[in-house]
T-cell receptor, first 115, second 113 residues
């Protein structure tokens, strides 16, 4: 089976930095996504990592270590609008032959940013 | 640019009633299409995916079915809804190659009473 773990909830202060961790144990790996989902809305794409290392995109960065089955999303200069759920998703094989790689999602981390 | 539509936005249905949710994509050809369900406090569960017209792969053996009658249309159906079918249903599309990022529709909030 596929196992993707994230903390359920985190809180942080406006202007601070927060790191959201994701660990995974999957049968197959072909990339890891981070999505942001505000309450009642659809998830929106934040980042993608397939090789080890750090990917930076503005205030958001994502890191991957394939050997450790570990990723994190780093949010800098937190704003109130960053309060949302952050979903970690690993592309894993699907179908009878395992030929299709489709994201399997963790349960998400609810981030609360307070003034 | 590409857009994805879902309807209805919200739906309240009695147990045992049928269901039909529709998803359409504009601005792209031959997309991969997906149906996910998100129950309260849980992650996104993949229900079905399709790599082409008439090609449906099922991930969970439930009382749900999916069809793809046209290239950019994906329909989720049920003949008899269960209480456990309540949730937030999300349709997504991707190009089917490369990074293959999924882009999600606005979702349908289904409540089964």
């Amino acid at each position: 089976g596929q196992n993707i773990d994230q903390p359920t909830e985190m809180t942080a202060t406006e202007g601070a930095i927060v790191q959201i961790n994701c660990t995974y144990q999957t049968s197959g790996f072909n990339g890891l996504f981070w999505y942001q989902q505000h309450a009642g809305e659809a998830p929106t794409f934040l980042s993608y990592n397939v090789l080890d290392g750090l990917e930076e995109k503005g205030r958001f960065s994502s890191f991957l270590s394939r050997s450790k089955g570990y990723s994190y999303l780093l949010l800098k200069e937190l704003q109130m609008k960053d309060s949302a759920s952050y979903l970690c998703a690993v592309r894993t094989p699907h179908g009878l032959s395992g030929g299709s790689y489709i994201p399997t999602f963790g349960r998400g981390t609810s981030l609360i940013v307070h003034p | 640019s590409q857009t994805i539509h879902q309807w209805p936005a919200t739906l309240v249905q009695p147990v045992g009633s049928p269901l039909s949710l529709e998803c359409t994509v504009e601005g792209t050809s031959n997309p991969n299409l997906y149906w996910y369900r998100q129950a309260a406090g849980r992650g996104l569960q993949l229900l079905f995916y399709s790599v082409g017209i008439g090609q449906i792969s099922s991930e969970v053996p439930q009382n749900l079915s999916a069809s793809r009658p046209q290239d950019r249309q994906f329909i989720l159906s049920s003949k008899k809804l269960l209480l456990s079918d309540s949730g937030f249903y999300l349709c997504a599309w991707s190009v089917g190659q490369g990074v293959d990022t999924q882009y999600f529709g606005p979702g349908t909030r289904l409540t089964v009473l």
